[in-house]
């Protein structure tokens, strides 16, 4: 598991704190370098460090840090000046919590920090805490004898200027049950293939669940072939680690909304009997990063204590090329009784996240989001920091949109041309699982539409979004901003504002 830092807020004077560093902001604006309000700095102090953060070259970009010591008038024995990218009197909240995740990042092996970085207002202060809080997490779980010892800890205790009291109390758990969904997420995809599979996810769910008293249900081999989850069944009939089907119920009184979420949860993807290239293979742990946003998000809400109802799927099977395994031309048999001849076993995931809304729509929910790391075809289209987002409903899919970004999640808007869903048809079954080899995230996307239910009595399917997060989920490259190397829990706090705006 990754370490959790404390976090606490303070109105008292950044300056004055018996920490081991400060930490402040600086932007460049009209060709100046100025240090962002509410460093608590004398102004003497602040023209001195200013100019000597000149001197050194410094520009107020992004990921930019300048370390200085014995700075008059600042208790701590460090300051820590981090480039807040962009111009105006107020960053966007974005913007403090890369800032203040770099600097966290760059305080490893230290015991306290303040950070101090121009935050205005509570939504700019639980940015900062929020990226700082993320920007401190570390996985160590499975280094060796030796490594865990000479790994530098994250950083001890953060406390965020700016909120005290009441407002600070509640800041916190605020903040606190966002990124400890955002950490759980991490963990997961973080997690080794050999610990991490349908059973052992599904075990860990059912733990997290049972503390957070949020429902929980699963659905073993047996249970998914009574119940006709073919998709599941058929991808991970070729592993000896049968596949699981996770249910999560989070039911507040007084819930007059439902948000039902779906989770791709492939634990380790071989590419079946189309077998993936081995440099292909070595990051396919992650594969189950949409089922572990979804976890995380569910139990998110339920600490947040949110009026909404959450209902959430995961969707977890293996894809190994056991003696079962699946081959190219079967016909398979989803929940609801359409058959889907297979195409490509590496084309998987769309096929478990079938049957999981399927089920999610006999429930009849408001909305169903379902999240997965689905094709490489959206990290061609949108790289490796977007999020693509589809869906049969525009306000829906744009609202996604917008809230995801704003929390961080960014994202973009992709459609779902008419076109597209000819290319499915099938000789031999109602349709076959890949179409085109263009668009390849929008095909994905249209098979998946074809397994969503109608709202009772009309002709109207229930809204519906996809978010592919195969780009975001991993970062393979070096850290940036608030976001570690490895498991990232993208759409995690996407999720978490959608069920937020439906609350309120």
Known sequence: MGARTPLTFSTDDPAGAEVEALVIGAVKRDGALVLLDGHGLPDDTASALAGSLATLGAEGGADELTRMTGV????????????????????????????????ARALAGRGSAVFALGQQGREQAMAVAEGAVLGAYSYVDQHGIGKA????????????????????????????ALVSGVAYARDLVNTPPNLLYPESFADDVVARAQEAGVEVEVWEPERLVEEGCGGIIGVGQGSARGPRLVMLRYAPAGASRHLALVGKGITFDSGGLCLKPGASMVTMKMDMGGAAACAAATLAVAELGLPVQVTAYLCLAENMTGD???????????????????????????????DGLALASEQQPDAIVDVATLTGACIIALGERTIGVMGNDDALRDSLVDLGTQAGDTAWALPLPEEIRPTLDSPVADLKHTGERSAGAMV???????????????ETQIPWAHLDIAGPAFNEKAAWGYYPKGGTGAGVRSLVALARSYAD
Do not use: C, W, Y
């Not at 105006?88 to 600097?103: K, M, Y």
């Not at 994905?444 to 009309?458: C, I, M, N, P, R």
């Open 72 to 103: 008059d008038g600042v208790a701590a024995p460090l300051v820590l000046v981090v480039g807040v990218s962009g111009s105006g009197p107020a960053p966007r909240t974005e913007q403090l919590r890369r800032a203040a995740g770099v600097a």
């Open 149 to 176: 010892d000479s790994a530098k800890a994250p950083l001890g205790s953060v406390t965020v200027a700016g909120l005290s009291g009441e407002e600070g109390t509640a800041a916190v758990a605020e903040v606190s």
């Open 324 to 354: 079962l395994a699946q081959r190219p031309g079967d016909v398979v048999t989803m929940r609801g009784g359409r058959t889907v001849e297979i195409i490509n076993t590496d084309a998987e995931g769309r096929l478990v996240m079938a």
């Open 444 to 458: 994905a996307a249209t098979f998946l539409k074809e397994f969503v239910g109608h709202q009772d009595g009309e």
